[in-house]
C-alpha cells in the first residue's frame, strides 16, 4: 500500500483515455499509465490493449499523424477533481504541449466516467460529453466488457425519440439505519442534503414528459424523495402513490423479519453480493423469478411516458443485475442515492434496460 493511501473517501470507479500521436507513442502510453496506477489511494483494475486509430477533429496538416489509443479503468479514493488535477499533471510531465488546438501531443488522458458523478464546471465536465461518439473509446470499453452507464441525459433523450422510460430510483440521502431497527428506517426522513437533491434531480428532467407518474415505496424516505422530484419538475401537486410492492414489500422480499436479522450484524454489501452471485439468500425470494415477477407488475402500474418510482438500493441492484446489466456490483460501484435502473419501451414493444447513475451524490451505505 502507499503511504498516501491510508486515509481514503470512497472508492469510485475512473476510466480514463489515453492516447498519443507523437514522439515514441507506446512508451509515453506505457509511462502515463504507470504513473497514472502510482496516484495516492488508486489502483489499476484493468486496461484494454493498444489500438492504432486516425486522428479526429484535427488541423488539416496533422491528419496524417495516426494516434495509438488505449483506455485503463481504476479504483480510486481521490475525489475527481483531484484525480482530474494529478492527471493533468502527468500529462505536464510528459511533454504535453497546448499551443495548438487539436494539435499533435505526446500524451493526451481524458476523464471518461468517474463513478458516474456529475460535473459541470470550467475545470471539468463529468461524464465525457463526447465519449459515446468516440470508437477510440468505446471499441476498448467493449473489450473490457465496461459499459458506460446512463445519465438523466440519456433518460431526456429515449423520451423525446417517443420512448416511455419507468425510472425505479433510490431515495436520495438519509441518516444511517441503526442495526436494531427493524423497520429498516422506516421513519427516517431524508436530509436536508437528500431534500436538495431530489429537487435537483427533479430539474435535470424538468419539461421531458408531459405524463409524469409517481409511485414511492411507503417509507418516509422514499415518499420524501417523490415529492421534493415532483417539486424540482415544477409538479409539486403530482399524486404519489404509495406503494410496498415496490419497496420492502416486492416480489424479491420473502421475509422482512429474516432480512432484519440477515443484516444485523453486518456485512450487508457481502452478503447481498453473494445473493446476487448464488441466486438465493435467507429472506429474499429465488433472485430470477423475483425479477420476472417485479418487473411484470410495476409495468402492470405502468401507464404514462415517464414513471418515477422511488424505491431501495437492494431493489434497484438486484433487478438490474437479474436483467444482466450489471454483474459485478460491489460496495465500489454499488447504487447511489438517486442512481436508478431504467426500463425502457420502444413503441414496437420492445423492451431494454438501463442504469442510470444521478450524480448527484458519492455516498452509498447501505442497512
Given at each position: 500500500?502507499?503511504?498516501?493511501?491510508?486515509?481514503?473517501?470512497?472508492?469510485?470507479?475512473?476510466?480514463?483515455?489515453?492516447?498519443?500521436?507523437?514522439?515514441?507513442?507506446?512508451?509515453?502510453?506505457?509511462?502515463?499509465?504507470?504513473?497514472?496506477?502510482?496516484?495516492?489511494?488508486?489502483?489499476?483494475?484493468?486496461?484494454?490493449?493498444?489500438?492504432?486509430?486516425?486522428?479526429?477533429?484535427?488541423?488539416?496538416?496533422?491528419?496524417?499523424?495516426?494516434?495509438?489509443?488505449?483506455?485503463?479503468?481504476?479504483?480510486?479514493?481521490?475525489?475527481?477533481?483531484?484525480?482530474?488535477?494529478?492527471?493533468?499533471?502527468?500529462?505536464?510531465?510528459?511533454?504535453?504541449?497546448?499551443?495548438?488546438?487539436?494539435?499533435?501531443?505526446?500524451?493526451?488522458?481524458?476523464?471518461?466516467?468517474?463513478?458516474?458523478?456529475?460535473?459541470?464546471?470550467?475545470?471539468?465536465?463529468?461524464?465525457?460529453?463526447?465519449?459515446?461518439?468516440?470508437?477510440?473509446?468505446?471499441?476498448?470499453?467493449?473489450?473490457?466488457?465496461?459499459?458506460?452507464?446512463?445519465?438523466?441525459?440519456?433518460?431526456?433523450?429515449?423520451?423525446?425519440?417517443?420512448?416511455?422510460?419507468?425510472?425505479?430510483?433510490?431515495?436520495?440521502?438519509?441518516?444511517?439505519?441503526?442495526?436494531?431497527?427493524?423497520?429498516?428506517?422506516?421513519?427516517?426522513?431524508?436530509?436536508?442534503?437528500?431534500?436538495?437533491?431530489?429537487?435537483?434531480?427533479?430539474?435535470?428532467?424538468?419539461?421531458?414528459?408531459?405524463?409524469?407518474?409517481?409511485?414511492?415505496?411507503?417509507?418516509?424516505r422514499t415518499v420524501m424523495t417523490a415529492e421534493r422530484i415532483a417539486e424540482g419538475m415544477g409538479l409539486a401537486s403530482a399524486e404519489i402513490v404509495q406503494d410496498a410492492k415496490i419497496g420492502n414489500g416486492s416480489?424479491?422480499?420473502?421475509?422482512?423479519?429474516?432480512?432484519?436479522?440477515?443484516?444485523?450484524?453486518?456485512?450487508?454489501?457481502?452478503?447481498?453480493?453473494?445473493?446476487?452471485?448464488?441466486?438465493?439468500?435467507?429472506?429474499?425470494?429465488?433472485?430470477?423469478?423475483?425479477?420476472?415477477?417485479?418487473?411484470?407488475?410495476?409495468?402492470?402500474?405502468?401507464?404514462?411516458?415517464?414513471?418515477?418510482?422511488?424505491?431501495?438500493?437492494?431493489?434497484?441492484?438486484?433487478?438490474?443485475?437479474?436483467?444482466?446489466?450489471?454483474?459485478?456490483?460491489?460496495?465500489?460501484?454499488?447504487?447511489?442515492?438517486?442512481?436508478?435502473?431504467?426500463?425502457?419501451?420502444?413503441?414496437?414493444?420492445?423492451?431494454?434496460?438501463?442504469?442510470?447513475?444521478?450524480?448527484?451524490?458519492?455516498?452509498?451505505?447501505?442497512?
Open positions: 500500500m502507499k503511504a498516501e493511501d491510508q486515509k481514503t473517501g470512497p472508492i469510485l470507479r475512473a476510466i480514463v483515455a489515453l492516447g498519443a500521436n507523437e514522439g515514441d507513442r507506446a512508451e509515453t502510453l506505457k509511462k502515463a499509465l504507470a504513473s497514472l496506477a502510482e496516484l495516492p489511494q488508486t489502483r489499476l483494475a484493468s486496461a484494454s490493449s493498444v489500438i492504432e486509430t486516425d486522428p479526429v477533429d484535427v488541423p488539416p496538416e496533422f491528419a496524417s499523424m495516426k494516434f495509438l489509443n488505449q483506455v485503463a479503468v481504476f479504483e480510486t479514493g481521490l475525489s475527481p477533481e483531484d484525480f482530474s488535477v494529478r492527471m493533468h499533471a502527468i500529462e505536464d510531465a510528459l511533454g504535453r504541449v497546448r499551443t495548438v488546438k487539436n494539435g499533435p501531443r505526446t500524451i493526451d488522458l481524458d476523464l471518461i466516467d468517474f463513478g458516474g458523478l456529475v460535473r459541470d464546471t470550467p475545470e471539468l465536465i463529468l461524464p465525457h460529453p463526447r465519449a459515446k461518439e468516440r470508437d477510440f473509446v468505446m471499441r476498448p470499453l467493449a473489450e473490457l466488457g465496461v459499459t458506460l452507464d446512463w445519465t438523466l441525459s440519456d433518460v431526456r433523450r429515449e423520451l423525446a425519440a417517443g420512448n416511455r422510460v419507468l425510472l425505479l430510483v433510490r431515495h436520495a440521502e438519509r441518516p444511517k439505519i441503526g442495526y436494531e431497527d427493524k423497520t429498516f428506517g422506516g421513519s427516517l426522513p431524508l436530509t436536508p442534503a437528500g431534500e436538495e437533491m431530489s429537487v435537483a434531480y427533479g430539474r435535470l428532467l424538468a419539461g421531458s414528459s408531459e405524463a409524469v407518474q409517481f409511485r414511492a415505496s411507503p417509507l418516509l416480489a424479491f422480499v420473502d421475509s422482512e423479519l429474516e432480512i432484519w436479522e440477515l443484516f444485523r450484524d453486518g456485512g450487508f454489501f457481502t452478503k447481498m453480493c453473494a445473493w446476487m452471485r448464488e441466486g438465493t439468500q435467507r429472506g429474499f425470494h429465488e433472485l430470477s423469478s423475483a425479477c420476472d415477477a417485479f418487473e411484470e407488475y410495476v409495468l402492470s402500474t405502468f401507464t404514462g411516458q415517464l414513471g418515477i418510482y422511488t424505491s431501495h438500493d437492494v431493489y434497484v441492484a438486484s433487478y438490474l443485475h437479474g436483467r444482466g446489466v450489471k454483474t459485478d456490483f460491489c460496495e465500489a460501484n454499488w447504487p447511489r442515492f438517486l442512481d436508478a435502473a431504467a426500463i425502457i419501451l420502444a413503441p414496437d414493444g420492445s423492451r431494454r434496460y438501463a442504469l442510470v447513475r444521478a450524480g448527484l451524490s458519492d455516498r452509498c451505505y447501505g442497512v
